[in-house]
Nanobody
Framework: QVQLVESGGGSVQAGGSLRLSCTAS????????MAWFRQAPGKEREGVAA????????HYADSVKGRFTISQDNAKNTVYLQMNSLKPEDTAMYYC??????????????????WGQGTQVTVSS
């Protein structure tokens, strides 16, 4: 049974920082793809950042480039999302996702078949 567990969500003021963590279990971490998605009320789930665990290549949504950084710790089977300069529009439920192998479209929700339960991020102005 594959499990992805997110942590690190919370409330922060605009301009602040937050770091999300996603730890995978029951899953071969290497040579796979992991990503962060977010979904605000009434909106479609959108890709934020993705990383290929075997090599560390990354992809970012334009809206977060320069502010968010995805990274990994292979020994801990963990992916992080460092979020800096947070804006109110970053408010959403953030989900960790994974798939075997690499992707056609790293930030497409349809590329992933394993999902975490989500962690809420709220940014106040």
């Amino acid at each position: 049974q594959v499990q992805l567990v997110e942590s690190g969500g919370g409330s922060v003021q605009a301009g602040g920082s937050l770091r999300l963590s996603c730890t995978a279990s029951g899953y071969t971490y290497s040579s796979n793809s992991m990503a962060w998605f977010r979904q605000a009320p009434g909106k479609e789930r959108e890709g934020v950042a993705a990383i290929y665990t075997d090599g560390g290549s990354t992809h970012y949504a334009d809206s977060v480039k320069g502010r968010f950084t995805i990274s990994q710790d292979n020994a801990k089977n963990t992916v992080y999302l460092q979020m800096n300069s947070l804006k109110p529009e970053d408010t959403a439920m953030y989900y960790c996702a994974a798939r075997r192998g690499s992707w056609f479209s790293p930030l497409s929700k349809y590329e992933y078949n394993y999902w975490g339960q989500g962690t809420q991020v709220t940014v106040s102005s």
